[in-house]
């Protein structure tokens, strides 16, 4: 059974940095890409950064100069860093994961909440 748990969320001022955190049982991440998607009030929810199973890693062009993700196979966790945090990065957070041969996140974790104050 998949689960993916969220951690690292929380209120933070315009121009600080957080880590938010996800933790994976029941999978695999050589047989599993991991996602970050983000959802703010009112608008759709998107993917924002992407580590494959083969570690090849993918930020959307809007904030690749200040999201960063990573993983720890040993610790079967998947981080996303984000640097220069904006008000416009206030948003839930959620971490997904496929398999290697699917096109659509089949696991999704409960969300952590990132609110960022002037």
């Known amino acids: 059974q998949v689960q993916l748990v969220e951690s690292g969320g929380g209120l933070v001022q315009a121009g600080g940095s957080l880590r938010l955190s996800c933790a994976a049982s029941?999978?695999?991440?050589?047989?599993?890409?991991m996602g970050w998607f983000r959802q703010a009030p009112g608008k759709e929810r998107e993917l924002v950064a992407r580590?494959?199973?083969?570690?090849?890693?993918y930020i959307i062009p809007s904030v690749t100069d200040r999201f960063t993700i990573s993983r720890d196979i040993i610790k079967n966790t998947v981080y996303l860093r984000i640097d220069s945090l904006k008000l416009e990065d206030s948003a839930v957070y959620s971490c997904a994961a496929r398999r290697r041969s699917f096109s659509v996140f089949e696991y999704w974790g409960q969300g952590t909440q990132v609110t960022v104050s002037s």
């Open positions: 029941g999978l695999s991440f050589s047989q599993y890409d």
């Open positions: 580590i494959s199973w083969n570690a090849n890693q």
